[in-house]
């Protein structure tokens, strides 16, 4: 018995292992885009890539103007958090002639020839004719060594200082120094991008026609569903098969003629083509079909008898006992109105900002803003949260749609 419950249980832990690397994978993209989001345009250009954001840390420094940046240094054989004071200082890279492996870079303003500017000494080496200088190995201890300047001697160092103590100096190549960060985020950066190429304008019409979309595939669907389901007239079938077929139709064959249509009414360039061609749906049509055929006919017999009519009992029987058929449908229809980015390509104007949605203005702030991926990132999580939000929460309802029979108890 023991060994039966210990084989389950690993079982069942390696199966939630491999379902938590698998989740992990599926969600790394979404993570990755919100952590972006909320950095810096430096940060998102860093390499190697991190996925949490950081900035780098300022300290003030006695004796100097504003806030210095902070970098790790080496000083004196530890790493230490310096402040740099100034960058871009002339210097020299100095070796030592008797042992070429020992390599100091100092500033030339701290170094002095050997034997005086006029008299200068030199070594020969490999033909060459390299002068030495009298260079300070440490600058606040007065070590000094003689050294020669390398043939590829001249750079450029940054000074950096101690904060806490600005006596203790030490200097260092500024691009290969390693910058002094915390972690932290920038959430202005949403606030930035709803402002950029009126993105705030495009998410209120992106809403508007999501809901007016989905409320109008609600209605329509509902009520033809349960005519095909309920009601009995001569072709209802047929008309139904060929309803049902519609889906078939690639969406390309309808551009052209949609769009005549707009054209024919006056809707080109409005948000009302956005709406109304879409508030009728052939699979929301089937799929309230199906679910109302499952009710039992015996409930509708008795609310007939009650005296109710069939708009009464559409909105009393049939609509209560269907809501997780509606939730899934206002699912599909939030995903799919809130998505939309062709047609909406194709019937509004560019130049209309004011009548733009969500995925034209995303397409904009693309090239707008392709020297700052983290705004762009923010757009798209602006775009994708809220259909993330309405899926976990009507993910409930796609379980119970395809097990419940219709009938409440």
Same mark, same amino acid.
């Given at each position: ?46 390499y190697p890539p991190r996925l949490l954001p950081r900035d780098p840390v300022s300290v003030e420094v006695v004796g ?5 940046? &902070? ?11 310096? #402040? $740099? =004071?100034?960058?871009? !200082?002339? /210097? +020299? ?100 991008? &709803? ?11 992106? #809403? $508007? =026609?999501?809901?007016? !979309?989905? /409320? +109008? ?7 033809g569903g349960y005519a095909f389901a309920r009601l009995r007239f001569p072709g209802r079938d047929t008309l139904f ?81 269907s809501v997780p058929a509606l939730a899934t449908l206002a699912t599909f229809a939030f995903l799919y109105a809130w ?71």
């Amino acid at each position: 018995m023991r060994l039966y419950r210990l084989r389950a249980w690993v079982a069942n832990g390696l199966t939630y292992l491999v379902l938590l690397v698998f989740a992990f994978i599926m969600l790394f993209p979404f993570i990755t885009m919100l952590t972006t989001s909320l950095k810096t345009p430096t940060d998102t250009f860093r390499y190697p890539p991190r996925l949490l954001p950081r900035d780098p840390v300022s300290v003030e420094v006695v004796g100097f103007e504003g806030e210095k940046p &902070l970098y790790y240094v080496t000083y004196r054989g530890r790493q230490e958090q310096f #402040a $740099l =004071v100034e960058s871009n !200082v002339p /210097a +020299g890279i100095f070796v030592d002639p008797a042992n070429p492996a020992f390599t100091v870079v100092r500033r030339l303003a701290l170094v002095s020839p050997v034997g005086g500017a006029e008299a200068q000494e030199t070594v020969v080496i490999d033909g060459q004719e390299l002068r030495l200088f009298e260079v300070p190995i440490e600058e606040d201890d007065g070590t000094v060594r003689v050294l020669q300047l390398a043939q590829t001697g001249r750079t450029t160092v940054g000074i950096f200082v101690d904060p806490e103590d600005p006596q203790r100096i030490a200097e260092q190549n500024v691009r290969l120094s390693e910058p002094v960060e915390r972690i932290t985020w920038h959430p202005q950066n949403y606030v930035e991008v &709803l402002r950029l190429r009126n993105l705030d304008r495009s998410l209120s019409n992106t #809403a $508007l =026609v999501t809901i007016l !979309v989905t /409320a +109008g595939q609600l209605l329509t669907s509902i009520a033809g569903g349960y005519a095909f389901a309920r009601l009995r007239f001569p072709g209802r079938d047929t008309l139904f098969l060929f309803y049902l077929g519609t889906i078939m139709i690639p969406f390309v064959l309808l551009i052209v003629p949609l769009y005549q249509l707009m054209v024919l009414v006056g809707w080109v360039d409005t948000l009302t083509s956005l709406v109304i061609p879409w508030i009728f749906t052939a699979y929301g049509t089937f799929l309230m079909r199906q679910f109302f055929l499952s009710i039992p006919r015996e409930i509708e017999e008795a609310a007939l008898l009650d005296g109710a009519s069939r708009f009464e009992i559409l909105r009393r029987v049939f609509v209560p006992a269907s809501v997780p058929a509606l939730a899934t449908l206002a699912t599909f229809a939030f995903l799919y109105a809130w998505n939309s980015f062709f047609w909406p390509l194709v019937i509004i104007n560019t130049g209309n900002e004011a009548n733009h949605v969500l995925t034209l203005s995303l397409n904009v702030l693309r090239g707008r803003a392709s020297d700052t991926p983290n705004l762009i990132l923010a757009g798209a999580a602006i775009a994708i949260l809220p259909p993330f939000l309405i899926f976990l929460l009507g993910q409930r309802f796609f379980v119970e749609s395809a097990t419940s029979s219709g009938v409440k108890g």
